[in-house]
């Protein structure tokens, strides 16, 4: 079962078919471009399927994002480690519109308080494409320095940003996991 992680803003929950319509749009548009996009319907829908697979094949994810007053679905955040990529990530993917309120920031913030307090990570890393410079603020906020570059088979060079270790956060850890 897929954990709900809640906070006075955004309510992050397990990616499912309702889904489909939101990542279609996200994947059918440039502003995927960072993240293996654009793709059409089809491979869109089998992103939502790698999204939930993971889950059953690491015990963790990426949810998707909502504002929890609304239920306004603003994007997908989490964590992700699938072959050939260098270590586990923290990642986060606004859907149009959503940028410039927090939200990436909040669900990163978020996924990294579960990753080391309840997973037990002691690391984690997020990877930025270089031109992806919102992303790389974003990363920033988390307290995560730019560490090195990884060349990945599909995606080329990106850029490895590197988080701040658990004891070294002052966050006081997750909000709320039901």
Same mark, same amino acid.
Not at 31 to 45: C, H, I, L, T, Y
């Given at each position: %079962?897929? @954990?709900? +992680?809640?906070?006075? *803003? ?7 078919? *309702?889904?489909?319509? !939101? ?14 996009? @654009? ?16 889950? $059953? ?6 949810? %998707?994002?909502? #504002?929890? &007053? $609304?239920?306004?679905?603003?994007? %997908? ?10 270590? @586990? &990530? ?11 309120? =927090? ?8 996924? *990294?308080? /579960?990753?080391?307090? #309840? +997973?037990?990570?002691? $690391?984690?890393?997020?990877? #930025?494409?270089?031109?992806?410079? =919102? ?10 320095? %730019? &560490? ?9 060079? #990106?850029?490895?940003? *590197? ?11 997750? &909000?709320? /996991? !039901?």
């Amino acid at each position: %079962m897929i @954990p709900v +992680l809640t906070s006075d *803003r955004l309510t992050l929950r397990g990616p499912d078919a *309702r889904d489909i319509a !939101a990542l279609g749009a996200f994947y059918g548009s440039d502003r995927s471009r960072f993240v293996g996009g @654009p793709k059409d319907a089809e491979m869109a829908w089998r992103q939502l399927a790698t999204e939930i697979g993971h889950w $059953t094949l690491c015990g963790y994810g990426r949810w %998707m994002v909502d #504002v929890t &007053e $609304t239920g306004e679905t603003v994007g %997908m955040a989490g964590l992700w480690n699938p072959a050939g990529w260098p270590e @586990p &990530e923290i990642g986060w993917d606004l859907f149009d519109g959503f940028e410039g309120k =927090g939200y990436a920031t909040e669900a990163g913030a978020m996924a *990294r308080s /579960y990753a080391y307090d #309840v +997973l037990g990570w002691d $690391t984690a890393i997020s990877l #930025v494409a270089p031109a992806n410079t =919102g992303s790389a603020r974003v990363a920033e906020r988390l307290g995560a320095v %730019m &560490e090195r570059t990884f060349t990945h088979v599909r995606f080329g060079e #990106v850029l490895i940003y *590197r988080h701040p270790a658990p004891g070294a956060l002052s966050d006081g850890g997750a &909000e709320a /996991y !039901a």
